[in-house]
């Protein structure tokens, strides 16, 4: 934990349960726990799982000239956001390439709060904000602890008026447990989940109710990784570990396209003008690459770096992959030469495992979106 500089409120809470608190974003995270993985995964899934995923960069950015940056830095149209809404966003640089993605969220007129991953996107909007109306305030004391899983939204009703009403990537000012929350219906699991933003002396407390009033229900604390399991089944990109900055192309610098990616659905219709637009529009049908599903035989996961092979060649390699037990598949997220990445191509694996595979469509988990979109 040498890097890091941030603190998390709940260090004490994850060493108790076994994690060494790994640096992640300057933040010592709970990679993992003394419990298996496998185990949290099947909570998300079923039942409900806590994590905190504090250690995500989160800012508060406003001023009169606010709205305007953001729509300069990001690829949404952030004019059609109102205070209560919410956007997930990525960005690029003057190359039309990816550096970081982000939920915005607007809670005044000219105020929002930026939820960055692990790129460099808090650096650019601070520097698109110099000179200008807008003030950018790095924000620690904001804890986010992250409850996911289907019966999620059955425990906070218990405590939260109007939560089932919440429409996904909404968010509301409330109470919980008599503390001041915002209440995001966002996550990063491919279930209906909710990330609970509040004050960092007010997170033990926020945590250790929610684990002892939810322990009948099936309630656990999850540790971080188990993200890599639930982010395989629902195709879920975790910057930089599926990207080029990993697995780096032959004398070109770091950097991948949206369309490579599956991300070009975050350039909202007739967005024409943010950093890199004319480079990520040229550069449509120039596929490099497409993240794409590997589906595996047996019972063992594949490890990042294995290989995919068709045709007495190299077609793919493997950035993250997960074993379920409640589907009983093995299954990888791909980054693969476009024209193997169709639906039942026969492949061979390579690398930590020797099986065959066959290429398959993401996400493999809730296709349409229908549980993290549910209502009532």
Known sequence: MAN?????????????LGSKLEDWNGMGTAWSYDSDLSLAHEAIRTKAGLMDVSGLKKVHFVGP????????VCTRDI?????????????LNESGKFVDDCVIYRTGPNAFMVVFGAG???EMLVRASQGRQATVLFDDDLHDLSLQGPIAVDFLAEHVPGIRELPYFHHMQTRLFGLPVMIS???????????IFCKAADAPTIWDTILELGAPQGIIPCAFTALDMLRV?????????????????????AGDTLWELGLDFTVSKDKTDFRGANEHFRLKDKERFKIFGALLEGDQAAQEGDTLWADGKQVGIITCAMYSRLTQK?????????????????LEVKGSLSVSAIAHSLPFDDPDKKKRTAKG
């Open 65 to 72: 000239h606010a709205e305007s940056l953001l729509e300069y």
């Open 79 to 91: 004019t059609k956001l109102y205070p209560g809404k919410s956007v997930y966003a990525t960005i």
């Open 233 to 253: 089944e629902s195709y879920l990109l975790f910057y930089p570990y599926d990207n080029s900055e990993m697995y780096p192309f032959a004398d070109e610098a």
């Open 330 to 346: 093995s299954m990888a997220l791909v980054r693969f030469d476009p024209d193997y990445a169709v639906q039942g191509a026969p």
């Open 4 to 16: 890091s500089w941030r603190h998390s409120a709940l260090a004490e809470r994850h060493r108790a």
């Open 120 to 122: 460099n996107g808090y």
């Open 185 to 195: 219906r966002t996550g990063y699991t491919g279930e209906r989940g909710y990330e």
